[in-house]
Nanobody
Framework: QVQLVESGGGLVQAGGSLRLSCAAS????????MGWFRQTPGKEREFVAT????????YYADFVKGRFTISRDRAKNTVYLQMNSLETEDTAVYFC??????????????????WGQGTEVTVAS
């Protein structure tokens, strides 16, 4: 059984930065794609970023391009989301996800097999 645990969320001023981490346990996910999604109350969970198994390919939602960077440490079974130039619209609960597939093309929730519990990010104006 795979467990994903996110950390690094919190309160930050607009324009600031946060780094989210997602640690996986129970199974090595070094050969699987990983992704980040986010959700606000009353809205669907939306895709943010994904990274392939080898960490050589990434893909981002348009609204975070140039501001967020996804990365992973395969040896540590951990994926990161560096968030810069944060905006109030980035306020959400951020979820880490793992897919059985290896590539960095999965943007739909149903393409991911494991989910973390989420970490809350609040961006104040």
């Amino acid at each position: 059984q795979v467990q994903l645990v996110e950390s690094g969320g919190g309160l930050v001023q607009a324009g600031g930065s946060l780094r989210l981490s997602c640690a996986a346990s129970g199974r090595a996910l070094s050969n699987h794609a990983m992704g980040w999604f986010r959700q606000t109350p009353g809205k669907e969970r939306e895709f943010v970023a994904t990274i392939d198994w080898s960490a050589t390919s990434t893909y981002y939602a348009d609204f975070v391009k140039g501001r967020f960077t996804i990365s992973r440490d395969r040896a540590k079974n951990t994926v990161y989301l560096q968030m810069n130039s944060l905006e109030t619209e980035d306020t959400a609960v951020y979820f880490c996800a793992a897919s059985w597939a290896p590539g960095a093309t999965m943007t739909r929730r149903d393409e991911y097999n494991y989910w973390g519990q989420g970490t809350e990010v609040t961006v104040a104006s």
